[in-house]
């Protein structure tokens, strides 16, 4: 069986378990056979902007993963694992990935039921471990699209040809804080003013996106520095001088050297989206501190 463990950075069975299930710096995968830890690899998350806490359901589907051991989550991610076929395991304790592996062997982690979830099945996308469900104000006035407002859509996004790259049909609607950088700049701006049930589409300039691309940026490292696992596409993080952590995809492997490829992967491309508003709500406080919806 393979387990994902939400885990911070760098991952792997020494790493502590992630205290946010929906921002964590990477899911340690490992597999478990007759009881006993075998394989641990290690995988970066989506984007949180791209399908919203979805985005985790599909990432983790399309690894092969068959069990995800969470604090907690809120109960639209939680059905979307169970739609996938993904089991969800309950780990209440804090500590390392392999203390955590080891608990769920023990058979000591439930598996996930609303009782578990953030809010007791209210939605949204729920940090691991327990906190109090968000309560979002009622907007006194115009409820337009505004900082600091949650802002729910159903969206599609399309390459300038029309091939589809991520939809919210496939995920589920996504909400973010509107101001705070959650969100592509060039959409975020373009979705001020607008009310709900309101559609556009928005072309964004690769400058208003995720940038051009920087060929100057890939560089090669040894074989031998790479995780034992690593394959072709996989997507890396590693820490650089100064402490920034960044994210790297796997772009050319051999036996001897890896090349590796810092630049988003829709980095250099115009990017079409086609957006509804669906809900507008003031954001709560806490999500105003943390800088994005809960």
Known sequence: MLIAVPSDAPG????????HFGHCAAFTLVTVDD????????????????????APVMFLKQREV??????????????????????????EADGTVREAVQRYI???????????TCGGGSGGCGDDHH????????????ADVQKDRAITIDYKLNDTEGNLIDSSETS????FLHGHGNIVPGLEKELIGLEIGAQVVVKVPTADAYGERDEAKIFDVP??????????????????????????????????????????????????FDVTIVKIEQAAPEELEHGHCH
Request: net charge negative.
């Open 12 to 19: 792997g069975l020494d790493a502590v378990v992630s205290a």
């Open 35 to 54: 009881g006993k830890i075998g394989d641990v690899s290690t995988a970066e998350p989506p984007a949180h902007e791209q399908g919203g806490c979805m």
């Open 66 to 91: 068959e069990a995800l051991l969470s604090g907690g989550m809120g109960m639209r991610p939680l059905q979307g694992f169970q739609q996938v076929g993904i089991k969800v395991f309950h780990n």
């Open 106 to 116: 023990d058979g000591k982690c439930d598996e996930f039921g609303e009782a578990q």
């Open 131 to 142: 906190h109090e469900p968000v309560v979002r104000k009622p907007i006194e006035g115009k």
């Open 172 to 175: 589920a609607p996504l909400t």
């Open 223 to 272: 074989r031998s520095q790479l995780p034992p696992d690593v394959k072709l596409g996989d997507m890396l993080r590693a820490q650089m001088e100064g402490g920034a952590l960044v994210s790297l995809i796997v772009a050319e492997l051999t036996d001897e050297v890896g090349r590796l490829d810092p630049n988003h992967p829709l980095a250099g491309k115009d990017l079409v």
